[in-house]
């Protein structure tokens, strides 16, 4: 019986010792990581033609990000930490994300247009790499055109760098 509160105990400090770590209130954004970034990523739906996604994005320091992903606009976009030290100890998700709502069609020439975007990124020797996932969900039984106007767009290999520092 003592050891089950002892055990109950730890893992209530585990659970306050990882929520404090996830979700603080300071900007994650350091001086490297501020300005304007640029690359692609690679569209891994089958139902989408288009393979290429083009990513530009703003991050103030105050960690918030503005820009264009694919041919929609970043709205409300915001950089931060999406995982703790056990995250990152296990190697599950990634350093960072940006969140933001979408404001138009992503795919323009396929009319394929998403509310939100997610966008996991791990920062490392001055370049962001991660990839992208839309809201939508994973109905992998519906028809190609039920696809499109339903699933989530997925695209990974994304790679931001500055456009100044690497012409």
């Known amino acids: 019986m003592n050891s089950k509160l002892q055990l109950a105990k730890l893992m209530a400090a585990f659970a306050i010792l990882t929520a ?3 979700f603080s209130a300071e900007s994650v954004v350091t001086p490297a990581m501020a300005g304007r970034w640029e690359g692609n990523a690679r569209i891994v739906v089958i139902w989408c033609h288009q393979t290429n996604l083009f990513v530009a994005v703003d991050i103030n320091r105050d960690g918030s990000v503005t820009g264009k992903i694919g041919d929609a ?17 296990l190697n599950l998700w990634s350093d960072y994300i940006i969140e933001g709502k979408l404001n138009g069609p992503i795919v323009a020439t396929e009319s394929i247009t998403r509310d939100r975007v997610f966008i996991p990124l791990n920062f490392k020797d001055g370049i962001f790499a991660g990839g992208i996932i839309t809201s939508g969900s994973n109905c992998l039984f519906a028809g190609t055109e039920e696809r499109k106007a339903r699933m989530a767009l ?3 290999s994304l790679k931001l760098t500055h456009p100044k520092l690497n012409p």
């Open 20 to 22: 404090v770590n996830s």
């Open 73 to 89: 606009t970043l709205v409300g976009g915001c950089l931060q930490s999406n995982r703790g030290w056990l995250g990152r100890k």
């Open 154 to 156: 997925t695209a990974m």
